[in-house]
């Protein structure tokens, strides 16, 4: 057995025991005072988990994206909002990695082993009111300082967890005179950013993301923009790296409501042995849907590992595989809904309470978010387009 597999094999081994020992231990109390999950992070920067993805020249642990993917499930399954947190982080790491060239990529290798030595959280602003909800497309910009530094400021309806966060991923035209669809990323420190509050986070579920709308303004160097263009990051990293990652949060959520459906069902039939269980007729559709998201998801981080490995990544960038990635969103965060939904039926009343052991309203609220992480018709409207013009599938 190689080292690296060693390595990886400890590190879901730890996320596993984080998520049983801590997240799971304040979960309901995240989830009900909608606050931060803090002592998940604080465990996790412990085992250095925060710099997972980072290289291993450049001080990380340099682990595959499947072993972080197994990770956010491990962290799902005790609580959402902590297995969300991880993934949005591991989503912004990932994503400079795989595009550390051109002009600046000495500035954020060197950042890359300063998150590796501090356990810095990255947290995301890709939305900005007034585009519809339409990553590909900014309405802030890049401008330029009287000082030599260079400035953005951005009106987000969200910011995954901002105001705990120590850095900011945050997309903006690449200057005052580009298009809409000509974006950047921009990574600028807490201490080089200003967050004016623009709302609230008392939501339905995934409350201990803490993600209200702010009024997003930073001044930092020319080196901090990263070089790629945005509409490669999109399609070869940030997307599919979302759509992944999520995804094995939203199987660990619905995999510990199955989990609580199945403990109920065999708790039934102890009390009354040699007689026929009616929930576990239900049980068993609801477990083909669990496996179907269980197989979907994986096959599309395979195919992710893939075509990543081809070169070029061309494959990446083609129609097909903004279909294929998009297509696993829709399905996970439609089958996930139904598998926690599914459960509730089975199990009933002690299903709906939430301080019973087989309560699982916190697991649906979780997932019903899946939905509008990146609106599910907005990427029905994306692929009816493609699939007028995708030569192959």
């Keep these: 057995m190689s080292v690296l597999v060693d390595r990886e094999q400890q590190f879901v081994t730890n996320l596993r025991r984080i998520a049983g020992e801590v997240a799971a231990a304040h979960a309901d109390e995240v ?4 606050r931060f999950p803090s002592e998940t992070i604080d465990a996790l920067r412990d085992c250095q988990a925060l710099s997972a993805l980072v290289p291993e020249e ?15 499930f491990e962290l799902g399954r005790r609580c959402g909002a902590s297995g969300m947190v991880f993934a949005m982080h591991q ?36 939305s900005e009111i007034g585009t519809g909800g339409d990553m590909g497309r900014s309405i802030a910009a890049v401008t330029s300082g009287s000082d030599g530094l260079l400035a953005l400021e951005k009106q987000a309806p969200t910011v995954s967890y901002g ?10 035209r690449r200057g005052e005179d580009a298009e809409p669809g000509e974006q950047v990323l921009v990574l600028s420190r807490a201490s080089e950013t200003e967050l004016e509050p623009a709302g609230t986070w008392d939501t339905i579920g995934m409350r201990g993301t803490c993600s209200p709308g702010f009024v997003v303004r930073a001044r930092f160097a020319s080196e901090q923009v990263l070089a790629a263009p945005f509409s490669t990051v999109m399609n070869e990293s940030l997307v599919p790296l ?3 990652l999520w995804s094995f949060v939203w199987l660990g959520i619905a995999t510990d409501a199955f989990e609580r459906g199945r403990a109920f069902v065999r708790e039934a039939a102890r009390r009354k042995p040699g007689e026929p269980v009616p929930a576990a007729h239900s049980l068993s559709r609801v477990m083909s849907e669990l496996t179907m998201l269980r197989a979907e998801v994986r096959s599309a981080l395979a195919d992710f590992e893939a075509w990543s490995e081809e070169p070029g990544r061309e494959r990446l960038g083609t129609m097909g595989s903004v279909l294929r990635f998009n297509n696993l969103k829709l399905a996970a965060s439609e089958q996930a809904p ?18 019973s052991p087989f309560g699982v309203g916190r697991h649906l609220r979780d997932a019903l978010s899946a939905r509008l992480m990146v609106a599910n018709e907005r990427i029905h409207s994306v692929d009816a387009g493609l699939l007028m013009l995708a030569k192959e599938l």
């Design 31 to 34: 989830d009900r005072d909608a």
């Design 58 to 72: 450049l001080g990380g642990d340099g682990l595959s994206l499947d072993a972080v993917a197994q990770g956010c």
């Design 91 to 126: 989503i912004q790491v990932g994503t400079i990695v795989r595009h550390l060239n051109g002009d600046g990529a000495e500035w954020f290798e060197g950042y890359l082993g300063e998150l590796s030595r501090e356990q810095r959280l990255i947290a995301s602003v890709t």
């Design 163 to 172: 105001a705990h966060c120590d850095d900011l991923l945050t997309t903006v």
């Design 242 to 244: 979302s759509h992944i």
């Design 338 to 355: 139904r598998v926690c939904s599914g459960v509730l039926e089975v199990i009933g009343i002690a299903a709906y309470k939430n301080d």
